[in-house]
Structure formats: structure tokens, C-alpha cells
């Protein structure tokens, strides 16, 4: 089976085996749950479309770790059965690896959206908003090192970082922002001022 690169199609890899071809469709299958999370999102939250893209999310992150798990266990050892420099970047253990990180990301992102609906506690919505902030920086700081790879994009960054990284960044400190403002109401409704003060310094840092 030959595929093509997912970020640069003029990179492909070909291998004649069954495990090269479950890996693929289990690469093709995240992109899809993906593609379908990101549609279902903008629905909102009245329609069910929230809670619809974290399923999805999460069912995204586990297909990309089933070809983890598969690339993983042939390339690992001391004579490996495809060698690493074999596979196209996106089929890097590295890549694969921040890709999932990325979709439980956004599915935490999403459930930080739908407690925010359903009107939870400010310091629950907080907490759910820094653990995909937090998220959202192990995937970048797992795709720096693959930044030629990933290239750039035009559009809405195009006068500052308009690299796929760039707007990665920008998703993780956005989100970081929104987290330690409801925090900081948190701290406001129990009259503990000093600490919203501190929150809400530390959200304009994010934004800065």
C-alpha cells in the first residue's frame, strides 16, 4: 500500500504488508472522526454538537493510537522490521504521538464548552480549561521539532506566525487565558481578591 504524505503529499512510503495498511486506516480513520468532531462543534452546545465532538474527538485519539502501537512495534528493536527513516513524517512516532495528544486537546476543550453551558462552578469550568491547556502545549511542544514538516498557512496570521504551529499556540494560550478568568471569578465569589487579582494578571500575560 502506498500512501502519500498527510502535511507534504510529495513524500510517500510504500509497503507491501498488512500492518502498514491497518496503520493507515487507522491514520485515515482519526482524520475523519476529526473532520466530523470539528463539524459537529459548530452546532453548539443546544443542539448536542458539543458533546458530539468530544465523543469524536476521543474516538479520533484512540485510532491514532492504534497506529502508534502498530508503527511502535515495527520500527522498536534492534533490527526493526521498517526502518524509521522509511516512514513518511506523519507516521513518526513522534507525530503520532503529539497528534493524539492534540485530539484529547480538543476534546477536553470541548467538555471545558459544554460545563461552561450547563452552568457549573467557575473553579470546575477552570479546571477542565487548564488540563486542555495543558494539553494543547505537550502536542505543540511535541511538533516543534517537526516544524519544516508541518510547514506554514496563509490567512489570518499571515502578518505575525501564521505557521500550523503558530495558531496551535495561539488555540493552547487562548484557552490558558479563558481558564484562569473563570478562576478568578472563583476567587472573586469567595472574596479572596488578592488571588483574583493575581488570575487575572496572569490571563492578560497569556494574551499579551
Known sequence: ????????????????????????????????????????????????????????????????????????????????????????????????????????????????AKADAEGLGDATVSKIGAQAAKLYGEAHTALAPLRDHLGVEAGLFQSADHSWLGRLRCTELHVAAQAEERAARAHATAREYGLQVARLAAAVSHLS
Open 1 to 112: 500500500m502506498r500512501v502519500f504524505g498527510a502535511q507534504k503529499p510529495n513524500k510517500k512510503c510504500e509497503k507491501p504488508t498488512l500492518d502498514w495498511e491497518r496503520a493507515c486506516l487507522a491514520y485515515n480513520a482519526a482524520a475523519a472522526h476529526g473532520y466530523a468532531a470539528a463539524r459537529a462543534q459548530e452546532r453548539g452546545v443546544a443542539h448536542g454538537g458539543i458533546r458530539e465532538a468530544a465523543r469524536l474527538y476521543q474516538l479520533a485519539a484512540g485510532c491514532v493510537d492504534v497506529a502508534f502501537d502498530i508503527v511502535k512495534k515495527q520500527i522498536w528493536g534492534l533490527a526493526p522490521v521498517w526502518p524509521p527513516s522509511s516512514l513518511t513524517p506523519d507516521m513518526s512516532l513522534e507525530c503520532l504521538g503529539a497528534m493524539r495528544t492534540l485530539m484529547l486537546a480538543h476534546a477536553q476543550a470541548a467538555f471545558r
